[in-house]
């Protein structure tokens, strides 16, 4: 089955920098890649997601990138500020296999006022 | 759009108690939901895919006896945990995906269910 990787686990930045997270995964027939914010206690929240089909996405101060050759894609937040504190899980969805989705570990990122 | 109800939000019981989750697409019909674990500071594991009208498909290592599903309609699928015992203790969340949709389309989750057993 699919496997994700997710780097770092823990991320501190200050505000206004950036923060960059990563992910891996294993199957070259995953196609779908969204992204989720989970604060404490609370739901999961889709921030942005990208399909196979394109190398990147923006929204605003977030961005996405996939990489399919090598298998990975990424997570930019710019100009960070303290609400984004949270908890990011990153996640790979498998062609053909019911839109189930696989998460990776989560990263949680603390932003510094 | 696409709000996903899940009750009760906290239970909190002794032993030995069955507890019955449910998890309602409000504005949607999802003919597959899913249910996810989640400890604490660890990442959503997925423990079963809910079909309306069909059987439940577990993951490897979820006892289908000990946690029963049933999504007998379009909008509600529940999640019951048998005779609960203390490491049943979790965050359990589910989510929903609009009929209809094509591979690749966004999961909404409900608020999750914290489930503590004495």
């Known amino acids: 089955g699919?496997?994700?990787?997710?780097?770092?686990?823990?991320?501190?930045?200050?505000?206004?920098?950036?923060?960059?997270?990563?992910?891996?995964?294993?199957?070259?027939?995953?196609?779908?890649?969204?992204?989720?914010?989970?604060?404490?206690?609370?739901?999961?929240?889709?921030?942005?997601?990208?399909?196979?089909?394109?190398?990147?996405?923006?929204?605003?101060?977030?961005?996405?990138?996939?990489?399919?050759?090598?298998?990975?894609?990424?997570?930019?937040?710019?100009?960070?500020?303290?609400?984004?504190?949270?908890v990011y899980f990153c996640a790979a969805s498998i062609r053909n296999a019911g839109n189930m989705l696989t998460f990776g570990g989560g990263t949680r990122l603390m932003v510094k006022p | 759009g696409a709000v996903v109800s899940q009750h009760p939000s906290w239970v909190i019981c002794k032993s030995g108690t069955s507890v019955k989750i449910e998890c309602r697409s409000l504005d949607f019909q999802a003919t597959t939901m899913f249910w996810y674990r989640q400890f604490p500071k660890q990442s959503l594991m997925l423990m079963a895919t809910s079909n309306e009208g069909s059987k439940a498909?577990?993951?490897q290592g979820v006892e289908k006896d000990k946690f029963l599903i049933n999504h007998a309609s379009l909008t509600l699928s529940t999640l019951t945990v048998t005779s609960a015992h203390p490491e049943d203790s979790s965050f359990y969340i589910c989510s929903a995906r609009v009929a209809g949709q094509s591979m690749g389309q966004p999961q909404h989750f409900g608020d999750g269910t914290r489930l503590s057993i004495l």
């Open chain 2, 57 to 59: 498909t577990y993951e």
């Open chain 1, 2 to 86: 699919e496997n994700v990787e997710q780097h770092p686990s823990t991320l501190s930045v200050q505000e206004g920098d950036s923060a960059v997270i990563k992910c891996t995964y294993s199957d070259s027939a995953s196609n779908y890649f969204p992204w989720y914010k989970q604060e404490l206690g609370k739901r999961p929240q889709l921030i942005i997601d990208i399909r196979s089909n394109v190398g990147e996405k923006k929204d605003q101060r977030i961005a996405v990138t996939l990489n399919k050759t090598a298998k990975h894609f990424s997570l930019h937040i710019t100009e960070t500020q303290p609400e984004d504190s949270a």
